[in-house]
């Protein structure tokens, strides 16, 4: 174990966590948008920075990410990270203005109107839906494409992607509901990834479900024997 | 997604790639723009099935870097650069008189698919500035009046064949 | 070819070399550079091949085609050797005279040698030419003297020396003491101590560890590691193999620009016969270490200069950097302790094992030890590659070395550092060139490059140039740059176009402050740096663009106004003739007049006057 002081107080830690892990264990609040728990921490919103103690003066950090050291003098709150947070969340309103979420964080955060306009997309480019297809369902269906202002996710040349299984886990992690899902008669389309699958009955159990190939070898396998 | 591309033609850069062995996406991939002038879509979803890696991955990459294209290049790419030492000596009025003339904006291609314009950010050659690079074929101290000379001479080459 | 595996062998391949080299046997050097090849360079040398053969002096006059002299504004560069004649802008016309009149009779041409911008007078001797007096060639000394396509020149001036004292003379952990004795930091721009960065690698976990040799050069007007590779690549690679030693890495990485190609194609030639004379591979010189080398050409992304970004490259993967901790000595490619360093810092390597320590850090400053290669660019009389010790003034550089700025124009500032980096003006030139002290006036170091800007340059559309750079190279994945840089060029661009509104300024500044504080990498942290650094010397530029929408240097087009002075207008309707727009009217002989609402303002009529007639503002 280690210790740490984070907002003045010391608290032990295990070793190997992230500052935002101890700072959550001890009921300490920051914001994160790009980060989810089932993740790999990616760092990219930066809106969970917060300020360390270094001998080059005060840093920020972002606490998803950095680890916990011993002796580290952290603060999740100071005028430093409120004003980084804030104009982070500007910059986000500036992109995505029609995102609830946003809209809510920016309020929070003490931001009224930006003052540039950078488009409207919901889309925040957090990463969390390319992250869980990838580590948790491993379909890599989807993927950050483009490079700067023009990044986007995107299924492979934007028409469909033979790989995306219709599990919506992307639908349901999404900060800002992105992506859109239309679950209707027995028809699912992820229209964003070009996703399209039909409903089948089950011939054990009779209830529907949706039927990747690989998931029909499965069902014949189970049928073999006895379930 | 079913690839209609002849795999035959890639099995010299599939060979001993296959599968996850030895060798990198990125490095076949140059081949094929080289190649092909263009990532060709039903290359890159042969490539990634060969390679074992997802297509996802492959078309992320095709789409994060300037070297690759997913649309054809024209038969002649003509790069102006655009880095600050060119910049500071003119480079801008060079790059208004190519895209003037041939009618497409820096980044696309002629409809006749003879010519790509691009900019280039500094290929070191800065004694030169402002340089253009037609055809891998480098001219530098260019003013207006010497791109219309070169586009004169690259328009003529295209007429005789 | 010799396998050379033994220290032994290399010292008698050494002397046989030298040996069968005659030190007073004439040689023809000339700079086939990429610059002096846009220059005509090839077909120069090719005259010089032909006409030798022609006479017959196949065997008793050399002709070697090097790699970048460095004085990039004159060439085709061509040197005589042993006399040491330096001539400049070679023709292929000149050759036969210079074969005849120089080489065989000792003559020197006049009017090929390079005169004193002044008094006018000819200086003959490259030593002796200004541009070069001044400067200490520790990592470019052999530009000129080598073929670097054949590694028998560079084995014959004492290359691959330092491995064999590394290798056989000293333990890892004495070469990496060496270096950090040696006092020599990162040459990329961070200036990182390199013996205290090696270290770490070799202090961390794991038996599998990588070095990597960053070439991704991408500053804009930095050309500095170009030179170093196609010229001389085999002194990186001997760095490389040394610093290998040193970890314990046994393979390596060049990540290398694709827009280089003949540096590309240099480095596979030296790689391929180092490996052929056994410097590279298994066993190296007897003594049981083995390493091999890999070229990973770029694919057109400059955020890959950034270590995590590249190695995430080189493992196939979008060009995304990631955060720190870890940093790469602990974790870097595939998850392994990596070391990571810039061309010109593995370039220094040789030299600091061969002379040591204690001579290495006699030059330079307290904190700043060695030389440092800068490119000097645009508005520049001397345009070229410039090495001189730490704690040289930018003045120097400038003035003595650079030969000041043409038509008489005023210096404004120099731009180090490139997208990262600062000006620093005219004011503040006796500045010496260290780390410590640019950081004081609010620039860095850089990788080198530094970018002259005469009175004609507007310092407002210069920092918006820098920051379109940035925003087509962000990778995209942090807000702060992504969305943050975007921004800041929205209102830059506004700016420049008459559209500049009070608060703009403020509302850099701020957004200067958040990026700079909490981008995830180098490239958004750094990003804010040409504005910061611009409205710190030249607010009044800025303020003039908002209040006046007023251009004071007159490149902002919407800004600038164009008209006929009519005293001095003699009606030739020259401009009438050429304006793009027809914005012009007037009947010969008389007075011209140009229509402000048709004027786009392109600047022809002020280009093509004879007569001075036309006025800008």
Same mark, same amino acid.
Request: proline share 5%; charged share 25%; with cysteine.
């Given at each position: 174990?280690?210790?740490?002081?984070?907002?003045?107080?010391?608290?032990?830690?295990?070793?190997?966590?992230?500052?935002?892990?101890?700072?959550?264990?001890?009921?300490?609040?920051?914001?994160?948008?790009?980060?989810?728990?089932?993740?790999?921490?990616?760092?990219?919103?930066?809106?969970?920075?917060?300020?360390?103690?270094?001998?080059?003066?005060?840093?920020?950090?972002?606490?998803?990410?950095?680890?916990?050291?011993?002796?580290?003098?952290?603060?999740?709150?100071?005028?430093?990270?409120?004003?980084?947070?804030?104009?982070?969340?500007?910059?986000?309103?500036?992109?995505?203005?029609?995102?609830?979420?946003?809209?809510?964080?920016?309020?929070?955060?003490?931001?009224?109107?930006?003052?540039?306009?950078?488009?409207?997309?919901?889309?925040?480019?957090?990463?969390?839906?390319?992250?869980?297809?990838?580590?948790?369902?491993?379909? %890599?269906?989807?993927?950050?494409?483009?490079?700067?202002?023009?990044?986007?996710?995107?299924?492979?040349?934007?028409?469909?992607?033979?790989?995306?299984?219709?599990?919506?886990?992307?639908?349901?992690?999404?900060?800002?509901?992105?992506?859109?899902?239309?679950?209707?008669?027995?028809?699912?389309?992820?229209? %964003?990834?070009?996703?399209?699958?039909?409903?089948?009955?089950?011939?054990?159990?009779? %209830?529907?479900?949706?039927?990747?190939?690989?998931?029909?070898?499965?069902?014949?396998?189970?049928?073999?024997?006895?379930? | 997604?079913?690839?209609?591309?002849?795999?035959?033609?890639?099995?010299?850069?599939?060979?001993?790639?296959?599968?996850?062995?030895?060798?990198?996406?990125?490095?076949? +991939?140059?081949?094929?723009?080289?190649?092909?002038?263009? +990532?060709?879509?039903?290359? +890159?979803?042969?490539?990634?099935?060969?390679?074992?890696?997802?297509?996802?991955?492959?078309?992320?990459?095709?789409?994060?870097?300037?070297?690759?294209?997913?649309?054809?290049?024209?038969?002649?790419?003509?790069?102006?650069?655009?880095?600050?030492?060119?910049?500071?000596?003119?480079?801008?009025?060079?790059?208004?008189?190519?895209?003037?003339?041939?009618?497409?904006?820096?980044?696309? *291609?002629?409809?006749?698919?003879?010519?790509?314009?691009? *900019?280039?950010?500094?290929?070191?050659?800065?004694?030169?500035?402002?340089?253009?690079?037609?055809?891998?074929?480098?001219?530098?101290?260019?003013?207006?009046?010497?791109?219309?000379?070169?586009?004169?001479?690259? +328009?003529?080459?295209?007429? *005789?064949? | 070819?010799?396998?050379?595996?033994?220290?032994?062998?290399?010292?008698?391949?050494?002397?046989?070399?030298?040996?069968?080299?005659?030190?007073?046997?004439?040689?023809?050097?000339?700079?086939?550079?990429?610059?002096?090849?846009?220059?005509?360079?090839?077909?120069?040398?090719?005259?010089?091949?032909?006409?030798?053969?022609?006479?017959?002096?196949?065997?008793?006059?050399?002709?070697?085609?090097?790699?970048?002299?460095?004085?990039?504004?004159? $060439?085709?560069?061509?040197?005589?050797?042993?006399?040491?004649?330096?001539?400049?802008?070679?023709?292929?016309?000149?050759?036969?005279?210079?074969?005849?009149?120089?080489?065989?009779?000792?003559? &020197?041409?006049?009017?090929?040698? !390079?005169?004193?911008?002044?008094?006018?007078?000819?200086?003959?001797?490259?030593?002796?030419?200004?541009?070069?007096?001044?400067?200490?060639?520790?990592?470019?000394?052999?530009?000129?003297?080598?073929?670097?396509?054949?590694?028998?020149?560079?084995?014959?001036?004492?290359? !691959?020396?330092?491995?064999?004292?590394?290798?056989?003379?000293?333990?890892?952990?004495?070469?990496?003491?060496?270096?950090?004795?040696?006092?020599?930091?990162?040459?990329?721009?961070?200036?990182?101590?390199?013996?205290?960065?090696?270290?770490?690698?070799?202090?961390?976990?794991?038996?599998?560890?990588?070095?990597?040799?960053?070439?991704?050069?991408?500053?804009?007007?930095?050309?500095?590691?170009?030179?170093?590779?196609?010229?001389?690549?085999?002194?990186?690679?001997?760095?490389?193999?040394?610093?290998?030693?040193?970890?314990?890495?046994?393979?390596?990485?060049? @990540?290398?620009?694709?827009? @280089?190609?003949?540096?590309?194609?240099?480095?596979?030639?030296?790689?391929?016969?180092?490996?052929? @004379?056994?410097?590279?591979?298994?066993?190296?010189?007897? =003594?049981?270490?083995?390493?091999?080398?890999?070229?990973?050409?770029?694919?057109?992304?400059?955020?890959?200069?950034?270590?995590?970004?590249?190695?995430?490259?080189?493992?196939?993967?979008?060009?995304?950097?990631?955060?720190?901790?870890? !940093?790469?000595?602990?974790?870097?490619?595939?998850?392994?302790?990596?070391?990571?360093?810039?061309?010109?810092?593995?370039?220094?390597?040789?030299?600091?094992?061969?002379?040591?320590?204690?001579?290495?850090?006699?030059?330079?400053?307290?904190?700043?030890?060695?030389?440092?290669?800068?490119?000097?660019?645009?508005?520049?009389?001397?345009?070229?590659? &410039?090495?001189?010790?730490?704690?040289?003034?930018?003045?120097?550089?400038?003035?003595?070395?650079?030969? $000041?700025?043409? $038509?008489?124009?005023?210096?404004?500032?120099?731009?180090?550092?490139?997208? =990262?980096?600062?000006?620093?003006?005219?004011?503040?030139?006796?500045?010496?060139?260290?780390?410590?002290?640019?950081?004081?006036?609010?620039?860095?170091?850089?990788?080198?490059?530094?970018?002259?800007?005469?009175?004609?340059?507007?310092?407002?559309?210069?920092?918006?140039?820098?920051?379109?750079?940035?925003?087509?190279?962000?990778?995209?994945?942090?807000?702060?740059?992504?969305?943050?840089?975007?921004?800041?060029?929205?209102?830059?661009?506004?700016?420049?176009?008459?559209?500049?509104?009070?608060?703009?300024?403020? !509302?850099?500044?701020?957004?200067?402050?958040?990026?700079?504080?909490?981008?995830?990498?180098?490239? $958004?942290?750094?990003?804010?740096?040409?504005?910061?650094?611009?409205?710190?010397?030249?607010?009044?530029?800025?303020?003039?663009?908002?209040?006046?929408?007023?251009?004071?240097?007159?490149?902002?087009?919407?800004?600038?106004?164009?008209?006929?002075?009519?005293?001095?207008?003699?009606?030739?309707?020259?401009?009438?003739?050429?304006?793009?727009?027809?914005?012009?009217?007037?009947?010969?002989?008389?007075?011209?007049?140009?229509?402000?609402?048709?004027?786009?303002?392109?600047?022809?009529?002020?280009?093509?006057?004879?007569?001075?007639?036309?006025?800008?503002?």
């Amino acid at each position: 174990m280690i210790t740490l002081s984070i907002d003045g107080r010391d608290v032990e830690a295990t070793e190997g966590s992230t500052i935002l892990e101890v700072a959550r264990e001890h009921g300490i609040e920051i914001p994160t948008l790009c980060y989810h728990e089932a993740l790999e921490p990616y760092g990219s919103c930066r809106l969970c920075v917060v300020e360390l103690e270094t001998r080059r003066g005060p840093l920020l950090v972002a606490s998803c990410v950095y680890p916990a050291e011993e002796g580290a003098v952290v603060k999740t709150n100071s005028e430093m990270v409120r004003d980084s947070r804030r104009i982070t969340a500007e910059l986000l309103l500036s992109a995505a203005p029609n995102a609830r979420v946003i809209r809510e964080l920016a309020t929070k955060l003490g931001v009224t109107e930006p003052r540039v306009g950078l488009g409207d997309n919901n889309c925040i480019l957090c990463g969390l839906c390319v992250r869980a297809c990838r580590e948790i369902v491993r379909a %890599d269906a989807i993927s950050l494409v483009n490079r700067g202002f023009t990044k986007e996710v995107s299924a492979p040349f934007e028409i469909g992607s033979n790989a995306c299984i219709g599990c919506t886990t992307c639908v349901f992690v999404c900060p800002t509901a992105a992506i859109k899902l239309e679950d209707v008669l027995g028809n699912r389309s992820v229209h %964003d990834w070009g996703s399209d699958f039909e409903a089948t009955a089950c011939k054990i159990c009779g %209830d529907h479900y949706l039927a990747p190939e690989f998931a029909v070898e499965t069902e014949q396998s189970l049928g073999e024997r006895d379930v | 997604m079913q690839s209609t591309f002849d795999a035959s033609e890639l099995d010299d850069l599939l060979n001993g790639r296959r599968d996850g062995g030895n060798g990198s996406l990125m490095d076949v +991939l140059e081949e094929v723009q080289a190649r092909y002038r263009y +990532l060709p879509r039903d290359a +890159l979803i042969l490539i990634s099935e060969s390679m074992g890696v997802p297509l996802s991955q492959t078309y992320g990459v095709a789409t994060f870097y300037n070297a690759f294209s997913l649309e054809p290049k024209g038969r002649h790419v003509i790069s102006v650069c655009t880095g600050t030492a060119c910049m500071v000596r003119g480079a801008r009025k060079v790059l208004e008189r190519i895209s003037e003339r041939l009618g497409i904006q820096p980044g696309e *291609t002629t409809e006749d698919g003879q010519f790509t314009l691009e *900019t280039v950010n500094c290929l070191g050659a800065c004694a030169l500035g402002p340089v253009v690079v037609a055809d891998g074929a480098y001219s530098g101290e260019m003013t207006s009046a010497k791109t219309d000379v070169l586009l004169r001479e690259l +328009l003529t080459e295209v007429e *005789t064949v | 070819m010799t396998m050379v595996q033994t220290l032994e062998i290399l010292n008698s391949l050494k002397q046989n070399l030298l040996a069968s080299r005659d030190p007073d046997k004439p040689r023809i050097s000339v700079c086939c550079g990429t610059g002096c090849r846009v220059h005509g360079s090839m077909d120069v040398i090719e005259a010089f091949r032909q006409e030798i053969d022609n006479r017959n002096l196949s065997g008793d006059i050399g002709v070697v085609g090097t790699g970048c002299h460095g004085f990039c504004e004159k $060439g085709p560069v061509v040197v005589l050797k042993p006399s040491g004649i330096f001539y400049q802008g070679v023709a292929v016309d000149d050759v036969a005279e210079i074969v005849a009149e120089s080489v065989l009779n000792g003559t &020197v041409i006049d009017r090929l040698t !390079y005169a004193d911008p002044t008094s006018g007078a000819k200086i003959v001797r490259e030593e002796d030419v200004p541009f070069y007096r001044k400067q200490q060639r520790l990592v470019l000394d052999l530009n000129g003297d080598i073929d670097p396509t054949n590694i028998e020149d560079y084995v014959a001036f004492g290359g !691959y020396t330092a491995v064999g004292k590394a290798l056989h003379h000293m333990k890892p952990e004495g070469v990496i003491q060496e270096v950090v004795e040696s006092g020599l930091r990162g040459r990329g721009g961070a200036g990182f101590p390199t013996g205290i960065k090696w270290r770490l690698c070799r202090e961390a976990d794991g038996d599998t560890k990588y070095i990597i040799c960053n070439a991704d050069e991408g500053d804009p007007g930095a050309y500095m590691d170009r030179s170093i590779m196609e010229g001389n690549p085999h002194r990186v690679l001997e760095g490389m193999i040394i610093g290998a030693w040193a970890i314990g890495a046994h393979e390596g990485y060049v @990540y290398i620009r694709n827009e @280089y190609p003949l540096a590309v194609e240099n480095l596979r030639i030296a790689i391929a016969q180092a490996q052929a @004379y056994g410097f590279v591979g298994q066993n190296i010189l007897g =003594s049981g270490f083995d390493f091999s080398v890999h070229i990973r050409p770029g694919s057109g992304a400059f955020v890959c200069g950034e270590e995590t970004a590249l190695m995430a490259s080189i493992e196939d993967r979008i060009g995304e950097p990631r955060p720190r901790p870890p !940093y790469p000595a602990e974790s870097g490619l595939w998850g392994k302790p990596t070391n990571i360093n810039n061309v010109e810092t593995w370039a220094n390597v040789p030299i600091v094992i061969e002379r040591g320590a204690d001579w290495y850090s006699q030059i330079g400053t307290e904190e700043s030890k060695g030389t440092k290669i800068f490119s000097l660019v645009g508005n520049i009389n001397n345009t070229g590659l &410039v090495e001189v010790p730490m704690g040289t003034t930018l003045s120097e550089i400038i003035y003595d070395i650079g030969g $000041g700025i043409p $038509g008489d124009k005023e210096c404004k500032a120099v731009q180090l550092g490139g997208p =990262s980096g600062g000006c620093v003006p005219r004011e503040h030139f006796d500045v010496p060139i260290d780390f410590q002290s640019l950081q004081k006036l609010g620039a860095i170091m850089g990788s080198g490059g530094m970018v002259v800007c005469d009175e004609d340059t507007c310092m407002v559309e210069f920092a918006r140039y820098f920051m379109d750079f940035v925003q087509q190279e962000s990778c995209g994945k942090c807000v702060p740059c992504r969305l943050g840089t975007k921004a800041m060029l929205e209102v830059l661009t506004a700016i420049t176009q008459g559209e500049g509104r009070e608060g703009d300024v403020a !509302y850099l500044e701020e957004l200067a402050t958040q990026i700079s504080r909490s981008s995830l990498c180098g490239l $958004g942290q750094t990003a804010p740096n040409p504005v910061l650094s611009t409205l710190r010397y030249f607010r009044d530029e800025y303020e003039a663009h908002i209040r006046d929408k007023r251009c004071p240097a007159h490149v902002c087009r919407p800004l600038i106004r164009y008209s006929v002075d009519a005293d001095k207008c003699t009606g030739c309707g020259r401009c009438l003739r050429n304006c793009p727009a027809e914005a012009i009217s007037g009947a010969k002989k008389e007075p011209h007049t140009i229509d402000q609402e048709k004027c786009i303002r392109c600047g022809s009529c002020y280009e093509l006057c004879k007569f001075d007639a036309i006025g800008v503002e």
